[in-house]
């Protein structure tokens, strides 16, 4: 047996049956999630996903949510060996058209997750193991519990007596995750402001934890889709997302436009021609994906052009003041007292009931920019790390040293940057 790279949330060992077969075995660390609940949410959803879905995802063989009778002392699954290699690793050097493969492909997977039907919101579980008392049946099978999102467990959430669903409607979904967050604020008053709007703090791209494998000899193929734990049922505008291997740095085209490479393509040199080209790459296959979605999905597209809307971006926000603070919501929510704004927001003769001094919007002016410039900081950080921006701080054991190096260097250089002098170097400050 192979202890394998150890992520944030779990042990993983690999283990090579006497038929050459491979299995991998899972044990959930303490921060994966609620005990027992965790590990029989994430066995259903696998199940649910590949039976009912017919979306490639590893075969459970085994699985036991009883660590304090087991004999292991924690929960585990084990379960098929997913074959391939991550497609992440080779994205990079796929041609123009083998993307396109592989985006036909997750735009399929989406669609049939999208279409998939609940009676509620949390997470699901097979009946036999619904973790509270009380859940929605799904049918014979599977019953909607309460949710396994970290989003409701990290940074001491967990310890917070709050409603954790199941939850009949969206509008219970979002006054449920408010009230969690008000419910945070008042019981862990302490928790200190430059946590929340400091430097490493502010909001980042969103890096889902379910990965996609390939085949190693036909990297087109997808060969099945890791890493399910968590993976809950929410309002889908507030979940949905592009696939992260077709999200790029740069313009995104409006609707189905075409993409073009500039007028002055042909003078350009060979460093620009080569940034066009790859530019004109990536908006093809997400343009590519989106077509892809509406012949498929069309709601599903919908939803995710909705996510850019102010009311959209609002209520993915009320779930986070307690992390990130309430400068950047704040902003938004000055923006709804604007009578062309909030027209578009509420179509009806409702007045808006926020209201605003001067001297308020003043404020949230100055905080927002000030907040600007602390994420602005922190990107400049994470680029010299050669990082992505979400890092965590994970890293792999070879590149420890590295990185680790990188970073002393970012801290220092930072740190002269914003010496009050200009002139009081690090190493001065430290004498």
């Known amino acids: 047996m192979l202890k394998l790279p150890e992520g944030n949330f779990n042990k993983t060992f690999l283990a090579r049956m006497q038929d050459g077969r491979q299995i991998i075995a899972r044990l959930p660390n303490p921060n994966a999630g609620r005990s027992q609940c965790t590990t029989a949410s994430e066995v ?95 049918d014979d099978t599977f019953t909607v519990g309460p949710t396994t999102s970290r989003s409701w467990l990290d940074d001491k959430r967990a310890e917070v007596d709050i409603d954790r669903g199941p939850w009949k409607s969206a509008e219970d979904v979002v006054n449920a995750t408010m009230n969690r967050e008000v419910a945070c604020l008042n019981k862990f008053s302490e928790f200190p402001r430059d946590r929340q709007q ?57 609707g189905f436009e075409l993409p073009q490479l500039p007028p002055d393509f042909a003078e350009l040199d060979l460093t620009a021609k080569k940034a066009a080209r790859e530019l004109h790459t990536a ?39 307690f992390d990130d603070g309430e400068v950047y919501i704040q902003w938004l929510l000055s923006q709804l007292i604007e009578p062309d704004i909030w027209k578009q927001v509420v179509p ?12 308020a919007l003043s404020k949230q002016k100055e905080e927002l920019a000030k907040w600007e410039k602390d994420i602005e ?19 792999s054991p070879e590149e ?16 002269n940057s914003m010496s009050e002098s200009g002139s009081e170097s690090l190493e001065e400050r430290e004498k």
């Open 44 to 138: 259903a959803t696998m199940d649910y996903v590949r039976d009912r879905l017919n979306i490639p995802v590893p075969k459970v063989l085994a699985y036991n949510t009883q660590a304090s009778t087991n004999g292991v002392g924690a929960d585990y699954i084990i379960m098929e060996k997913c074959p391939g290699i991550e497609l992440g690793r080779v994205w990079g050097d796929l041609p123009g058209k083998k993307r396109m493969e592989v985006v036909k492909q997750l735009a399929s997977f989406t669609a049939r997750l999208s279409k998939a039907s609940f009676p509620a919101y949390g997470s699901l579980y097979y009946s036999k193991d619904i973790c509270d008392v009380h859940g929605i049946p799904v």
């Open 198 to 254: 400091g430097i490493f703090n502010g909001p980042g791209g969103f890096h889902p934890s379910k990965a996609s494998k390939s085949d190693q000899d036909e990297p087109t193929r997808i060969t099945g889709i890791i890493d399910w734990q968590g993976v809950h049922l929410s309002p889908a505008f507030l979940q949905v997302h592009y696939p992260a291997l077709i999200e790029y740095d740069g313009p995104v085209l409006e």
């Open 283 to 321: 908006q093809t296959i997400w343009g590519l994906y989106q077509i892809f979605t509406q012949k498929q999905a069309p709601d599903l597209l919908r939803t995710l052009r909705y996510r850019d809307t102010l009311p959209c971006q609002i209520m993915g926000l009320v779930g986070s003041v």
């Open 348 to 359: 009806s003769d409702t007045p808006c009931p926020l209201v605003y001094s001067e001297e």
């Open 377 to 395: 900081r922190k990107a400049g950080v994470i680029t010299e790390v050669g990082a992505y921006t979400g890092w965590d701080g994970a890293i």
């Open 400 to 415: 420890f040293d590295i990185v680790s190096q990188r970073l002393k260097e970012a801290k220092s250089a930072f740190l």
